[in-house]
Every structure is written in structure tokens, then in C-alpha cells.
């Protein structure tokens, strides 16, 4: 793909990055073949090869694609990460994704991954550049640029350097090895009551969803398409950067991606949004990580009693879909059950997950969803596990609760989603105080914004006793009733 497009659009720009207080940046698709190469030589020479993980962190740009291009060509599985992580965070994908080489852009709205980095990993400011870190044990090296780098950092020399080490004819022959059944990419989201999970996908399935979207978009050469979503994210990736880039489209890019929290699915819209949306075909219904973006679409924008997303009328090319029972049995007509997926894109697995704790037996992907079967039509109705839903991003309960009882004062933290008209849901949390102690939720929700991105901090805090718990019998705690619970003190509807 990537010879192919700069054969057939060579000079054309491929991605611009434009904004005020900001130099303009561009790449053709001929540069994109051409830079990647060389980072991918690079690589190579540094001991990168098939299989090999390898983390970047970059915001919308020509750098991103650069380097996403760079890691995938040449067999490797590239794992984009997102900008908004806070160091916490970041050990945590770190670790869960066995990265053995990182490589960041230095500063990024603000932003310098270099401290964020020092900050998550004790050691990289006074350490040497080869790394032994028990917190994240497969990472090797870290590479980004700018003045007065920690000492645990390399530059880009460190790749630059050797490239020439590597001729053409031998990245000729590694690619010739890659293949379509080779994983090329991970994305990382937030399973439901789980910590962060890689979503795998691999090169074939990933080719034949952007030929899809470009032309369900009617992507065309030439035409400006605007990166309206960050490309860590499958959303980005799949229906902005992949689809126009095969069709030798213009991705333009901002630093700030518009900020989709009334736009988004899950969330019930105010009028002037769905007018906003109705001009824009397809109206695009269910869509996910695990799917490589959307996997459905409507015939209309909303259906009358459905405003919480497109109806799924049509399923996209090489999808199956089930509306199924606790027994993984098809539902009759009008009734409501577990929308299940399977086909070609569907991810293959979990990163370092069993299937059997996310696939049914006969490979349908659970993705947790409520749907109700109205003849050929499957209308959602809402999310049935615990993943909160907000502002169009995936909050993981387990991930907030973590960090919000690592504070002071704060004995057991539960973190809910409650209804809301503008955000989808809210993130709520009720915290049960340690003996004697006194909670003040301004600082807690300050502190937590230096641990959490920011859309994962919780928006309303209830306190409460541990005899106010809702329990259920396998001594859990209820989590429908707990939610019910807290509207009731906040005084919200349900």
C-alpha cells in the first residue's frame, strides 16, 4: 500500500497539519515512502523485526503516519498511544503491551512526553539510555528529540545513524515477508471493569476496512478530508486517516481534534446537532475497536424512540451479526438482547486475554451491547456491562477506582455512569472515607486530574458509608442498584 499510493499520487499532499500559533507541516505520499523508509531501516538495523512491538506517542500529523508506516512495513506490530495519557496510565500500557522500543514526540500541546515519561518511570533521568526497568520489563530504548534529552532518552540518530547499514534490497525482502495474516497494529481502549486491553489487528483486515470506508465516504484523490477524531484511536485511524490515505485523499490535520462530546454515540442530541449530522451520509450505527470502526449503518439518522445512535439496518462487508440471549441463542422479533459480531476484521484476540472471556463459542465477539430486533432493522438501546460511555470515549471503572484509592483519606471508591443528555453518561463516583477522615472532593478531583485523562475523572463525587453499599449475594457489590442509589442523592433521573 504504502509503495502503491506513492506510485500512484506521488507529490500529492497526503497530510497537512495546520493550525494558528503552530508551523505548517506537510508530506506527500511520496515523502511518506520515503521517510518511512528510512526510520525503517533503521529499525531493522537496531534489531526490529517481525512481531517486534513498538510504542509511539504523537499527536494528528505527518509524524504520526511517518511512523506508523515505518513500524508496520517492515512486519512490526505498531502501538499508537494515546496523547491525553497521564503517567499512571502510561505504566500501565507500558507494561501491558510489552513494548520493547518507544519512541515520542517531545512536546505536544503543551505538553513534554520527556517529563511525563521521567515522571511514570523512576530512573530515566539519571539512568543510562539502556533501560532495565522492573515496572516495564520488555523496554529497551526510548528515542525522541529536542534539546537536553534525560539521560535514559536517545535521539533520532539512533535509528538515523544506521540506516544506511540496511540497503533497499533487504527491506525489500522483509516486506516481501510480511503478510496479511500478520498483526500489524494494537490499539489500546478500555475494556469493561477491566484495565486497559490491546485490541489486535491484522494487515489484511485493516486493508480491506479502509477500501470499505473509502468508499462508503466516497473518498476521491484530491478531496480535503479533515481528521476530525485523534488517530490513536480506532475512530481516527479507520475512518479518517487509513480510508482517505488508500484513496489518495488530503488529511488535514489540528493539533485539537473537534471535540465530539455532542456528536457522539451514546449521546441523546439537541436538535442543531442532528441537523448538523443529517447532512453527512452514512449514518453510521455501531462501530468499535474490536471491529476497526463502524460495522453498521442506517437508513436514517435516528429512529423515532432510538436517539442514541444511527439504527442498524445495513452490516458492513464481511460482518455477521446476532441480537442473542445469556445462551448465545438468536432473539425473536421485538425482543432485546447482546448485539454479538463476527467476520473477517472482527479483532482476532486480545492482547495477552483469552478468547473465551470475550468470544462465544462458535466466534461471535460479545461487544456488550443491548439491541432490539425490529424485523431486519436491530435498534440499540444501551451498553450492558459497566464500560461508562462518555463524551464518545470509554471510561473503565476498575481504572478510576484504582487510582482514586490510592489516595489519602479514601477507602473504597466506586465509580458509576449515570444518564446524561449532554455527555452520553457521566462518570459518578461514591467514595466510603476511611475512619475518621474528612473528604474534600475538590482536591481529590485535582489530584485525580494529574493521574487520569481528563474525560476519565469522575464529574460528581457522593459520599457514603460502607453500610450504604448495595451488596448482592456472591457479596459483590450491586452496581445497578448502586447507581440508583446515587441518582437518588444527586437528585438525577435514570
Request: proline share 5%.
Amino acid at each position: 500500500m504504502l509503495r502503491a499510493t506513492a506510485a500512484a499520487y506521488g507529490d500529492d499532499v497526503a497530510v497537512t497539519l495546520q493550525g494558528e500559533g503552530i508551523p505548517s507541516e506537510s508530506v506527500s505520499f511520496a515523502g511518506i515512502e520515503q521517510q518511512s523508509s528510512e526510520l525503517a531501516r533503521g529499525l531493522i538495523a537496531r534489531g526490529v523485526g517481525k512481531g517486534s512491538r513498538i510504542g509511539f506517542i504523537y499527536g494528528n500529523g505527518p509524524s504520526f503516519v511517518v511512523m506508523l508506516a515505518a513500524i508496520a512495513r517492515i512486519g512490526a506490530v505498531a502501538i499508537p498511544i494515546s496523547t491525553m495519557i497521564r503517567a499512571n496510565e502510561l505504566v500501565r500500557v507500558l507494561r501491558q503491551s510489552d513494548v520493547a522500543g518507544l519512541i515520542v514526540q517531545r512536546h505536544f500541546l503543551g505538553n513534554d512526553y520527556a517529563e511525563r515519561l521521567c515522571d511514570a518511570l523512576t530512573g530515566l533521568r539519571d539512568g543510562g539510555p539502556e533501560l532495565r526497568i522492573a515496572g516495564v520489563p520488555f523496554l529497551r530504548w526510548i528515542i525522541s528529540s529536542g534539546a537536553a534529552l534525560p539521560s535514559g532518552f536517545r535521539d533520532f540518530s539512533y535509528l538515523t545513524d544506521v540506516a544506511d547499514t540496511v540497503p533497499e534490497a533487504l527491506l525489500l525482502e522483509v516486506e516481501a515477508e510480511v503478510h496479511p495474516a500478520d498483526q500489524m497494529v494494537e490499539i489500546y481502549t478500555s475494556g469493561s471493569m477491566t484495565l486497559p486491553k490491546g485490541v489486535k489487528h491484522l494487515h489484511g483486515p485493516v486493508m480491506s476496512r479502509n477500501h470499505y470506508v473509502a468508499r462508503m465516504t466516497g473518498r476521491k484523490r484530491g478531496a480535503q478530508v479533515h481528521a476530525m477524531m485523534p488517530m490513536f484511536w480506532v475512530g481516527g485511524l479507520g475512518l479518517y486517516l487509513m480510508s482517505s490515505w488508500v484513496a489518495g485523499a488530503t488529511i488535514v490535520c489540528t493539533e485539537r481534534t473537534l471535540n465530539n462530546s455532542r456528536v457522539a454515540m451514546g449521546s441523546v442530541l439537541a436538535a442543531e446537532d442532528l441537523k448538523l449530522m443529517a447532512q453527512s451520509k452514512p449514518f453510521w450505527g455501531l462501530g468499535m475497536s474490536e471491529t476497526f470502526g463502524p460495522y453498521s449503518h442506517g437508513d436514517e439518522l435516528r429512529a423515532p424512540g432510538y436517539p442514541l445512535c444511527a439504527p442498524m439496518d445495513h452490516v458492513a462487508d464481511g460482518f455477521e451479526l446476532r441480537v442473542a440471549d445469556e445462551n448465545n441463542q438468536q432473539v425473536g422479533e421485538g425482543e432485546t438482547g447482546e448485539i454479538q459480531v463476527r467476520g473477517y476484521a472482527v479483532t482476532p484476540a486480545l492482547h495477552k486475554l483469552e478468547r473465551e472471556g470475550y468470544f462465544t463459542p462458535d466466534g461471535f465477539y460479545r461487544t456488550g451491547d443491548r439491541g432490539l430486533v425490529q424485523g431486519s432493522r436491530i435498534n440499540f438501546v444501551g451498553r450492558g456491562g459497566d464500560m461508562i460511555k462518555t463524551a464518545g470515549s470509554n471510561v473503565s471503572p476498575a481504572e478510576v477506582e484504582l487510582e482514586m484509592q490510592l489516595l489519602e483519606g479514601v477507602h473504597n471508591a466506586y465509580v458509576v455512569g449515570l444518564p446524561d443528555n449532554e455527555r452520553g453518561q457521566l462518570v459518578v463516583a461514591a467514595v466510603v472515607p476511611r475512619d475518621g477522615a474528612e473528604l474534600d472532593f475538590n482536591h481529590i478531583q485535582a489530584q485525580l486530574k494529574q493521574r487520569l485523562s481528563s474525560y476519565k475523572v469522575p464529574r460528581l463525587y457522593v459520599a457514603i458509608t460502607r453500610e450504604e453499599l448495595p451488596m448482592l449475594h456472591s457479596n459483590k457489590v450491586s452496581r445497578r442498584l448502586l447507581e440508583t442509589l446515587l441518582a437518588g442523592k444527586l437528585g438525577r433521573p435514570l
